[in-house]
């Protein structure tokens, strides 16, 4: 950027910045009031800073949502999906063994945030009344049996069906004995 001095007193295009001597004898730089020696190319600088990172936002955007979209992370996604692309970002850059042990630190730090984000996800969900509990889920898919048998007649087919539903609730969530929970539950 060039340092241009005014030609008259009156240039309208001069910097608004003042030092013991006055008001400043140099041009202002556009679109700032000020010279860069006033700090008019802050402003330009802060432009072309936001310019580059609305693009690195644009570039990611599509990774964070693939992270943001993926149906085991409870909630706070987008958040969550940072990380992973943070840590997957750092993972990338580990050619050899001693570049893992170089970023040891770093990697660490972003698994241990990742670990607090879902764990807070899951508490916020669970007070929030989003997370299903094994009790909600057993009477989800109980209603589901009953609405088939309305249209299903063959008992047999009924029992299998109600058996494949809890071994899926069991398998999604993790849950254990949930045969014996929906056989303590009972019919409604």
């Given amino acids: 950027m060039e340092w241009q001095r005014i030609d008259n007193e009156r240039d309208p295009d001069r910097c608004q910045g003042v030092d013991i001597h006055g008001q400043c004898q140099y041009k202002r730089a556009a679109p700032s009031n000020y010279c860069p020696r006033h700090g008019g190319n802050k402003g330009l600088e802060k432009a072309e800073k936001e310019k580059v990172r609305n693009y690195h936002l644009g570039k990611w955007r599509h990774r964070v949502h693939q992270f943001a979209d993926n149906p085991e992370i409870k909630s706070l996604r987008e958040e969550?999906?940072?990380?992973?692309?943070?840590?997957?970002?750092?993972?990338?850059?580990?050619?050899?063994?001693?570049?893992?042990?170089?970023?040891?630190?770093?990697?660490?730090?972003?698994?241990?945030?990742?670990?607090?984000?879902?764990?807070?996800?899951?508490?916020?969900?669970?007070?929030?009344?989003?997370?299903?509990?094994?009790?909600?889920?057993?009477?989800?898919?109980?209603?589901?049996?009953?609405?088939?048998?309305?249209?299903?007649?063959?008992?047999?087919?009924?029992?299998?069906?109600?058996?494949?539903?809890?071994?899926?609730?069991?398998?999604?969530?993790?849950?254990?004995?949930?045969?014996?929970?929906?056989?303590?539950?009972?019919?409604?």
């Fill in 80 to 188: 969550i999906g940072i990380i992973r692309m943070m840590i997957e970002s750092v993972l990338n850059r580990c050619e050899e063994e001693v570049d893992l042990i170089t970023y040891s630190g770093k990697i660490q730090n972003l698994i241990a945030q990742a670990q607090k984000l879902v764990t807070e996800c899951h508490r916020l969900e669970e007070r929030t009344g989003i997370l299903l509990d094994k009790q909600t889920i057993l009477v989800l898919a109980d209603s589901l049996v009953k609405i088939i048998g309305e249209h299903v007649s063959d008992a047999d087919a009924l029992d299998m069906i109600a058996g494949k539903m809890v071994d899926v609730v069991g398998k999604m969530g993790g849950l254990q004995n949930v045969r014996d929970a929906a056989n303590d539950a009972g019919p409604n």
